[in-house]
């Protein structure tokens, strides 16, 4: 009974041990997660660091390794909103590797892919990005069902699409636009079209292919002028477009400068301000073209005040295409001091980019990066690797099975075929014994028959003495009157005689009939069904007696004889009509 107690007390501590465990983690995962969506909704950049930091501290303290890649992701998605493409990349490969060996952080997966895919583009490093991005797509087509039915897999083509244009791949590009256009929605149709018209039309612009690229902007437009109740958003994708129809535009087109300027406009009110500044160098540059310097200057200071207080990350890039565009201007307006201003801050920016610094820490995140991708690289083709070692080793297994399997079926073919040639050799040589035996008696039935119709034939002629005499004796008798000694002396010497040739005569039709019987065996074999009577029948026509012979022999009339030959025929198979004795001799 102790020892009975002892062990339900132990049950118990487990038990409670494992229930505060589980809640334990259950607080920890409700902290983090409240932290992440603090940060989530954070339009403050500081803040959302902190409550995403505070996160990722509370998930290691606590060993909670699914909080940590939570949190890991978390940061990494500010990373990318502050356009932190490097830092992004370094938090999303650290979720990457964790989640990799957590079963249970699986569904984070796409959304790890999706944050490396966009920051490797923030990089330029386009084809590592489309690999990604490609990764996250077949993730989620793998294990989220409801996927393909949403306008997701539309952005993703779309997204790649955009990436292999920006890398200088067209018809790649071009092939995932198309794509995409495959898997739109009926609810945002029209919008997203028009959208990816635009990005067609963009690929043919890059290509120098104006005319195909005024086509698809016009298409672009088009779709957008359509949609019935427009949102901010569509306002600002009209002026874009009608931005990269200006520039397809050849010169002293009157649309030109409207369409630049209602491109900046919207871009201004919609808060795509490096749009901007990319549309308004654009209209500075064909001001600058059509000798309009002022207003090409003008539209150049616009520019660099929206940069300066609206562009606060990842600013060096677009500053570069600022100061490109003001050296032209300038230059083209005849102020060489000012192109000179203009050309000294753009080689500060490039000396900036391509300082040790810089580079270290753009070679170290790659290099991060890239340790990470080849080391989960490693893992997957370990486990790829292990895989193909249990299939090659069940396929052994199998392929020893099938041997063994062939090998027994193989043995038993040969032993039935072994069985088969015996049995096939044993009956030939039956045969061949039979046909032997079958053509000796058929010699030695032949030789019988010979003889018995030799002994046949005198039978017969004994017969037909036999009545001669009986005609001769009567003859001489009617003929008596007066019988003296003499006479009689002479009768009954011509009788004994007679006698004694009969006896002869019989004794050899005894041995003709016991010949008859031995030869006409054969046919008793062959037809079991003959009578006696068939038999005797037989044997007078194998000793060719006539059938009015045969009728005084067994003294009945000529009909009766041809009647039991006919049927005698029947049960022999013998065909009507033919010589009875003919047939029995074939």
Not at 12 to 19: D, G, K, N
Not at 344 to 359: G, L, Q, W
Not at 420 to 449: D, G, Q, T, V
Not at 487 to 500: A, D, G, H, K, V
Request: glycine share 4%.
């Amino acid at each position: 009974m102790k020892t009975f107690s002892q062990i339900i007390l132990i049950f118990l501590s487990i038990s409670l041990a494992q229930s505060q465990t589980s809640l334990k983690t259950y607080k920890t995962e409700v902290i983090v997660d409240t932290l992440l969506e603090k940060a989530k909704n954070s339009t403050n950049l500081d803040s959302a660091y902190y409550f995403a930091g505070k996160a990722l501290t509370i998930s290691k303290n606590q060993n909670f390794p699914e909080g940590i890649v939570k949190s890991y992701i978390g940061i990494s998605s500010i990373d990318i909103k502050n356009t932190n493409y490097s830092s992004a990349i370094l938090n999303a490969s650290k979720a990457n590797e964790i989640a990799a060996s957590l079963k249970s952080s699986g569904s984070q997966i796409g959304i790890i892919y999706h944050l490396l895919s966009t920051g490797l583009e923030g990089l330029g490093a386009y084809k590592d990005a489309i690999d990604y991005r490609k990764r996250a797509i077949n993730w989620q087509l793998t294990n989220n069902p409801e996927y393909s039915k949403s306008n997701n897999l539309f952005f993703a083509y779309n997204k790649i699409g955009t990436m292999f244009m920006n890398n200088e791949e067209y018809d790649s590009a071009k092939f995932y636009f198309r794509e995409s256009i495959k898997n739109l929605i009926p609810t945002t149709y029209t919008r997203s079209l028009g959208s990816t018209f635009n990005n067609i039309g963009l690929v043919h612009y890059r290509r120098s292919e104006m005319d195909s690229a005024i086509h698809y902007f016009y298409l672009a437009l088009d779709s957008y002028r359509k949609i019935e109740d427009k949102i901010d958003s569509d306002t600002f994708m009209i002026g874009i477009i009608k931005g990269n129809l200006a520039s397809s535009f050849v010169e002293n087109n009157p649309l030109i400068e409207p369409y630049f300027l209602e491109d900046i406009n919207s871009s201004i009110v919609y808060g795509d301000f490096r749009n901007a500044i990319r549309s308004s160098i654009d209209l500075s540059k064909y001001l600058a073209k059509n000798k309009r310097y002022q207003n090409a200057i003008e539209t150049l200071n616009q520019a660099e005040r929206i940069a300066a207080e609206n562009i606060h990350s990842d600013k060096n890039k677009i500053l570069l295409e600022l100061y490109e565009a003001g050296i032209q201007v300038y230059l083209s307006s005849g102020n060489i001091d000012k192109a000179k201003e203009y050309y000294n801050h753009y080689h500060s920016i490039i000396n900036e980019i391509n300082s040790p610094n810089a580079i270290k820490e753009l070679i170290e995140s790659h290099s991060t990066f890239k340790l990470s991708q080849i080391e989960n690289e490693l893992k997957l083709e370990k486990v790829e690797r292990e895989k193909k070692l249990a299939q090659i080793s069940d396929l052994n297994k199998q392929n020893k099975l099938t041997k063994l399997t062939y090998g027994i079926y193989i043995s038993i073919a040969v032993f039935i075929s072994i069985v088969l040639i015996l049995l096939i050799l044993r009956i030939r040589s039956n045969s061949i014994r039979n046909a032997k035996e079958k053509e000796l008696k058929n010699k030695l039935l032949k030789m019988e028959l010979k003889f018995n119709l030799e002994l046949l034939d005198q039978s017969s002629l004994s017969l037909a003495r036999k009545k001669e005499f009986a005609t001769e004796l009567m003859n001489r008798i009617k003929n008596i009157r007066d019988i003296d000694s003499q006479s009689m002396n002479s009768i009954r010497f011509y009788i004994m005689n007679e006698l004694e040739i009969d006896e002869t005569i019989l004794k050899k039709e005894e041995h003709s009939l016991d010949v008859g019987t031995k030869t006409i065996a054969q046919l008793q074999e062959k037809f079991p069904d003959l009578s006696d009577s068939d038999i005797q029948l037989l044997s007078f026509v194998k000793m060719k007696l006539t059938n009015k012979q045969i009728a005084e022999i067994k003294s009945i009339s000529l009909p009766s004889v041809k009647i039991a030959k006919n049927r005698l025929r029947k049960k022999l198979n013998l065909p009507n009509g033919s010589n009875f004795l003919d047939d029995l001799n074939m």
